[in-house]
Structures are given as structure tokens and as C-alpha cells.
């Protein structure tokens, strides 16, 4: 379907195609390149729409904007808006998530169908094995046709993984695995039947997880559940308990996808977790849990569903729910899956401390291991934030505060979210970013002159998109396409940002050179900024190599 859609464009006159780098638009993206299009890569979703209507201005053809899902769609509507307004055509073509995946938690998954409102003139939303090319075709006379108001139309295209749309025979329809049902309860156990329901005796492998929280949990009321149960604490690196005195497992992103780990009981609290991994393993128990009756997942959340697809959801505060649970039902006894767990953790928290290679996992290592009692760290999304997950602790205990903006988990807008942070603290506040991401939003160093805020930025400087070079996606295409299009390197010197804002610069290439910079940072006051700079081979060598590293650790 996706190649139909690209012809039809090309028969229609289109030749101008800008595009933003994303794993979801790949598919859209690479047959625009390989078809002869003017194709641009363009890092910053609202330069590349504004970019596209002034070639659509003076070209009097319309230009296509292709970006991936989230936020980056968003990013869009200022241009689209005047777009509209002064009839300019223009094709918005927005990668998005499989329509199942739609308020379940999924990562970057987001309502975008109809997200630009009465702004465009037509607005299509289709699977990418979906045959609606005469509803296209309807859809392009707002670009073409002078008997009625041209402007702006936008095709959002439900796409698969990368590697999993790739493997599809092409215009073939796969229906959707359909959603099983939801069991939603408020706390009444005089309507509940907790016992037959949920049968908590006989659970011997229990688990805790603690996701993503904007709150403090009661730490010691959280050990007194996990002591009862004999369940093993799984805290996010989002959930405020990571870093506190919880006895908890935190590096269960290199093992949990295990085969022999299989817990019977999850208790919840939180939203999702980062670990894609960790999100995975309960789905696939959900889904095998219903089959053979066996397995039991329970989200604790007092405000009811939103954005979560757990099969049981609990509408109960925390607190209530716990002391029900220890004075209702018997000590579980049975320590194997507890002390299983734990000696995993410990074989992989040995090769963790012992890694002290200069990578982009290292630098966010030094960076974790810099933040002080109660002082804020705001994580960048892409890589870093999955790199301080994967270091788990680093048998830190000062109560560190956590911050993400992990809602769509857009690359845009951290800076100033760390800023607003940083105004309101009377603690430092450290920010772990990419260079892409630092980039994309550096307007807003603006106000961080203006505010005079003290903030610590360390910037993870590969001069590029790293996290594409960690995929499977990397190796399908030339090297010169796939730099262009997917790492799009800036070029651009962080030092001439810092110094046009006049903010205090550090540049760092060792693990001592990042340590000196750090405390350097803490005794200047204002913005510092610390270009920690990596090589995206290099470091794809040195996380391989630690990743096999705790392959053959943990088997």
C-alpha cells in the first residue's frame, strides 16, 4: 500500500519531500529516497514544516512533510496553521503506532488521528497494508484542484516495527490481535471476591513494580509488602524509590526477558516502566496468564484507568491497598524466587561497577554518580534515559529526584522542562541530554538567560541520532543514506552555543575529563554546559561488548 500511495504522489506532481529522522516513518521515509524525490532531512519537525511551506510558496507545487509519532507530529501545527490560512498545499504524512497500541502505555504512542483539527482540508488515518487508495486520491483534489480551497491534508499511517513491516509481503492486510477485557474495581471487598479472584495464597512467585511516579511512596510501607509477599521490588528509574533506602532490584533490563522468569503474581503501582523489556515480559505472562489460569497482574492506581492496558486495575490509594493485603492474608515463606532474582541482579551489578570504559553508558554513570541527596536530575529521552535505566542504582541511596518527560517521549522541549525544574529548586539540578535533542530545543537557552537559573547540562555529543546505530535498522542501508537520514549529524560546534549564550563550557572525552567538569560545574553558578564527546562506532563496540559481557554472566 505504502508504495501505491508514494507512486500516486509522484504521478500527482509531488517532487519536494522533507523529512525528519524517526524509526516508525522508516518504511515512508525510504520509499520517497529511493524513488527520486527531493528528498531533505530535516532535524526539527517545526523548521521542516515552515521550510516546507515556503518551497511550497515558491514553487506553487505542494511539498511533503514525513516525520515519526509523538510529539514530533505536534510539532507540525504552526505551519500547518498558517498554511491553512493562506491556502499553501501541503502533504503532512505522520508515521504512527499499530491502532491496538492506542491508551495502553505504549512508548511514543499518542491519539494523532484528526490531531490537526479543522486546520487541514482532509485528514486520512490507515493501516499500512490498508487499500483505501480511492479515499487518497479523493483527499489530494485540496492540493490540485482549483474548484475547491486548497491547503494542507494529512495522512497518519498506522505502521509496524521497522523490522516487522519490512518482513510483511506487501498490500497484505493483517488484522488486529483484538484487546482482551479490562476487569476495572473500585476497592470494595464486600463486592469484590478477592479470594476467588485473585487467590493470593497460592501465589508463590510474587513481584512488585514501581513505575514511573511523580509522588513519593511510602518506602518503608513498600519494604513491609515485599517482606510479606517474599516479592522481589522492581523500582523505574522514574519512580523516586530507585535511589532511596528500598531494598529493590533495579538492573532487571539485562535479565528479565529470561525464560526461566516467571512470576505469578505482579502487583503494580505507577505507570508503565521505561524497560521495554519489562513491559513486554507482562504482556506476554497477561496473555499466557489467560490461557492457563495461572498468573495474575494487578495495577494499583486510586485514579483508575488512564493510558494503561493491565488486564486487572485496582481504583484504590496505595496505602489502603497494602495494609489489606499484609492483614488479610499469611506470610508467604517461600524464598526461592526472592534469592533467584537477587543473584541475578548481583552477578549483573558486578559487571556494572566494573565497567569503567568511556562510552555514552559511562557517561551517564558519571553523571548518576555526581547528583547529591535530594538534588534533581532531568534525563533526556532516546538514549539517555534508557542508560540511566540500565545502571540501575549504582548502590546510590540519597534520594535522588528523578524527572523525564516520558508522556510521548518527545526529543523537543527538554531544555526548557529542565529550566522550569532548575526555577523552582532550591537544590542544583543536572541535566543528561543528547546532542540532537540539545539542539533541537536550544531557543530555549533564552530563558534560562533570562531567569537566571543555575542548571548543569551534560550533553552525550555523538554528533548525531546514536540510538539508530543500537538498532537492527542500522544495517539495512548504505552507510551514506542511512547517516543523512536517520544519525542526521548537525555539525554543529556545542562550544559556539555556549559561548553565544555565554555560558560556561567544558568539553570532556575521558571518564577524568567528565569528573573534573562536574565539579567544576557545582561551584559555578548560572548554566554550565559539558560536551561530553563520543564516537558512535566506538560506542556501539563498547555497549555490544558489555551486553555479551552479562549474557555470559547471567546464564
Not at 492506581?301 to 488512564?306: A, L, P, Y
Amino acid at each position: 500500500m505504502i508504495n501505491n500511495f508514494i507512486h500516486l504522489l509522484k504521478t500527482s506532481g509531488i517532487k519536494d519531500v522533507c523529512i525528519s529522522p524517526g524509526l516508525r516513518n522508516t518504511m515512508i521515509s525510504l520509499g520517497f529516497i529511493k524513488n527520486g524525490f527531493n528528498c531533505h532531512s530535516i532535524l526539527d519537525e517545526r523548521s521542516s514544516a515552515y521550510f516546507a511551506l515556503g518551497m511550497a510558496l515558491k514553487t506553487k507545487r505542494p511539498s511533503v512533510l514525513i516525520c515519526t509519532s509523538g510529539t514530533a507530529t505536534a510539532n507540525y501545527l504552526p505551519a500547518i496553521i498558517e498554511a491553512s490560512q493562506s491556502k499553501v498545499p501541503i502533504i503532512i504524512i505522520t508515521a504512527d503506532r499499530p491502532k491496538q497500541l492506542l491508551n495502553t502505555g505504549e512508548n511514543q504512542t499518542i491519539n494523532q488521528k484528526s490531531i490537526y483539527g479543522d486546520f487541514v482540508r482532509s485528514s486520512l488515518s490507515f493501516d499500512s497494508r490498508e487499500d483505501i487508495i480511492d479515499k487518497i486520491k479523493d483527499s489530494l483534489k485540496f492540493i490540485n484542484n482549483s474548484k475547491v480551497t486548497i491547503g494542507p491534508i494529512h495522512f497518519n499511517i498506522h505502521l509496524d516495527e521497522f523490522e516487522k513491516e519490512n518482513e510483511i509481503k506487501k498490500d497484505k492486510v493483517i488484522p488486529y490481535k483484538i484487546s482482551k477485557t479490562i476487569n476495572k474495581y473500585d476497592f470494595n471487598w464486600d463486592s469484590i471476591p478477592f479470594e476467588d479472584t485473585f487467590n493470593i495464597h497460592n501465589y508463590q512467585k510474587p513481584l512488585i513494580i514501581l513505575g514511573r511516579l511523580n509522588q513519593v511512596l511510602d518506602s518503608k510501607l513498600i519494604s513491609k509488602l515485599s517482606k510479606h509477599l517474599k516479592a522481589p521490588i522492581l523500582t523505574d528509574s522514574l519512580s523516586q524509590l530507585r535511589f532511596s533506602d528500598v531494598d529493590s532490584l533495579n538492573l532487571y533490563e539485562h535479565y528479565i526477558d529470561q525464560s526461566h522468569i516467571q512470576p505469578d503474581l505482579i502487583i503494580r503501582i505507577g505507570q508503565k516502566s521505561v524497560s521495554k523489556k519489562l513491559n513486554e515480559k507482562i504482556t506476554q505472562l497477561e496473555n499466557d496468564g489467560i490461557e492457563h489460569l495461572n498468573f495474575s497482574s494487578l495495577l494499583i492506581d486510586e485514579s483508575g484507568q488512564f493510558n494503561d492496558n493491565a488486564s486487572t486495575i485496582l481504583k484504590v490509594h496505595y496505602k489502603e491497598f497494602i495494609h489489606f493485603i499484609i492483614n488479610n492474608t499469611k506470610e508467604n515463606h517461600n524464598n526461592t524466587f526472592y534469592n533467584e532474582m537477587y543473584q541475578l541482579e548481583q552477578t549483573v551489578s558486578n559487571i556494572i561497577d566494573a565497567d569503567s570504559s568511556w562510552s555514552e553508558l559511562g557517561i551517564a554513570k558519571t553523571c548518576l554518580l555526581s547528583i547529591k541527596s535530594k538534588e534533581n536530575l532531568v534525563i533526556g529521552n532516546s538514549m539517555p534515559i534508557r542508560y540511566i535505566d540500565m545502571l540501575g542504582d549504582l548502590h546510590i541511596k540519597n534520594n535522588i529526584n528523578t524527572y523525564s518527560n516520558r508522556g510521548a517521549s518527545g526529543i523537543d522541549g527538554i531544555i526548557a522542562t529542565s529550566i522550569g525544574i532548575a526555577s523552582k529548586s532550591k537544590k542544583p539540578t543536572t541535566l543528561l541530554i543528547g546532542d540532537l535533542s540539545f539542539i533541537y530545543d536550544q531557543s530555549s537557552l533564552i530563558l534560562a538567560k533570562q531567569l537566571k537559573c543555575n542548571l548543569t547540562i551534560i550533553i552525550i555529543n555523538n554528533n548525531g541520532g546514536g540510538i539508530f546505530s543500537l538498532l537492527p535498522v542500522s544495517n539495512t542501508f548504505d552507510d551514506a543514506t542511512f547517516t543523512k537520514y536517520w544519525t542526521t549529524p548537525q555539525e554543529i560546534r556545542i562550544k559556539d552555543i555556549a559561548v553565544l549564550y555565554n555560558f560556561n563550557y567544558n568539553v570532556a572525552t575521558t571518564i577524568q575529563e567528565l569528573k573534573t567538569a562536574v565539579t567544576l560545574s557545582h561551584k559555578n553558578l548560572g548554566i554550565n554546559i559539558i560536551d561530553a564527546q563520543v564516537d558512535i562506532k566506538h560506542n556501539k563496540k563498547q555497549i555490544e561488548d558489555l551486553k555479551n559481557k552479562i549474557k555470559k554472566g547471567i546464564v
